[in-house]
């Protein structure tokens, strides 16, 4: 723990929340200039949205499996940092960002998608994929067939993740119970 946790726990954590705040909402700003810089066919080198979205997948599974998973076993306490809405609106943007940062790889790689023109296809392949409905309107081809694999597979962890992350922060079912009986 940090000295500045230790000695004023609540304002630690309010800045540490405006920070990923501000995090976020930089990130959100990126893929939006990325989505309109491959919607209108800028000519950027295809290498620049690839590199900085999949940097953000990365960041995005990094971060909720870190949350889920090793930031509860590095202490024997229970301990819960923010609240169970705070933590379903963030994990619900993080998926909207999963669709969109999907959604700009696949609009740099439009060849491979066949059925595909332009990056509403691209976009809407994202979430069709990553919400395992397959209407098979559009099919990957090449490259895209393993981003697409990758993009069902991180979606479902993803889930399973945050479901986990979720449930942690309920209150448990004991002092629920307790405080009925009463």
Known sequence: MSEDFRSDPRGATMRRSRQTELYIMGWLVIELILLIAEASGLGWATWIPRLLVIVRILDIFQSSVNLSVFDQLRTSEHIVVSSAVRTLVLSFMNYL????????????????????????????????????????????????????????????????????????????????????VE
């Open 97 to 180: 960002e999963l669709l969109v940062c999907f959604g700009i790889l696949y609009t740099s790689m439009i060849g491979d998608l066949l059925g595909a023109y332009n990056w509403r296809d691209a976009l809407y392949y994202s979430v069709v994929t990553q919400l395992t409905i397959g209407y098979g309107d559009i099919r990957p081809v090449g490259w895209a067939r393993l981003v697409s694999a990758a993009q069902g597979l991180i979606a479902v962890a993803f889930t399973i993740l945050i479901f986990g992350r979720i449930v942690s922060v309920l209150p448990r079912l004991e002092s629920v119970i307790s405080h009925d």
